[in-house]
């Protein structure tokens, strides 16, 4: 069975350009979450998604940070415009409807904003 | 949610028996204990979760006293792809107590496995 997919696995943009990330969850998981992760910390939840619908973005820095699942399957997590101490980790997970517990996450993407 | 407090370094050899044990004093009644594994350049990975008492699956095994203010993760005979960053959690994963049921990652502790 396939894991989470992100992609890119690593971006490199200057300063005040947009950004997107792309994540394909695990079939069938209806939960999906973006976290952020800084150098030599945990990660920080930013959105989750309950099928289509954002349960909880409360975390989520809305003036430049916004994201979607139309079709409730795969995620977008965008950044317009990308500010310097946003350079992090952007790990997407998914986990089974109120089995959240088990989150499965990918490989993440490197943001690197000069 | 409960904090939770780890140690941010272990180091240990080969052969050992690493116990990593995370306080949380502040526990309530509905939340469970979760712990995850992260290595480098990937992320986190489900390691096991309890509620009270012991919990062991083939990975490791999980202590919980009977009070809950901690609890103790233990990896039997480590080996050096053991060396990894070890988060525990507390919260109420399920709901029930009409949380979101949201995760929060601390520092992690980062355990050295040496030859």
């Known amino acids: 069975e396939a894991g989470v997919v992100q992609s890119p696995r690593y971006k490199i943009i200057e300063k005040k350009q947009p950004v997107a990330f792309w994540c394909n969850p695990i079939s069938g998981h209806n939960t999906l979450y973006w976290y952020l992760q800084n150098l030599g910390q945990g990660p920080e939840l930013l959105i989750r998604?309950?099928?289509?619908?954002?349960?909880?973005d409360s975390q989520l820095p809305k003036d430049r940070f916004s994201a979607e699942r139309l079709k409730g399957v795969d995620s977008t997590l965008k950044i317009q415009p990308a500010e310097l101490g946003d350079s992090a980790v952007y790990l997407c997970?998914?986990?089974?409807?109120?089995?959240?517990?088990?989150?499965?996450f990918g490989p993440g993407t490197r943001l690197t904003v000069l | 949610l409960a904090k939770t407090t780890q140690p941010i370094s272990m180091d240990s050899y080969e052969g050992q028996e690493v116990n990593i044990t995370c306080s949380h004093n502040n526990i309530a009644t509905n939340d469970y204990i979760t712990w995850y594994q992260q290595f480098p350049s990937q992320g986190p990975r489900f390691i096991i979760q309890?509620?009270?008492t012991k919990v062991t699956n083939e990975v490791a095994s999980l202590f919980i006293p009977a009070d809950r203010k901690s609890s103790t993760l233990s990896l039997p005979r480590v080996s050096l792809s053991d060396t990894a960053v070890y988060y525990c959690?507390?919260?109420?994963?399920?709901?029930?107590?009409?949380?979101?049921?949201?995760?929060?990652f601390g520092k992690g502790t980062k355990l050295s496995v040496k030859p």
């Open positions: 998604y309950e099928n289509e619908e954002a349960v909880d």
């Open positions: 959690l507390v919260g109420d994963i399920m709901g029930y107590g009409g949380s979101q049921g949201n995760l929060i």
């Open positions: 309890g509620y009270k």
């Open positions: 997970a998914s986990s089974l409807e109120r089995d959240t517990d088990t989150q499965y």
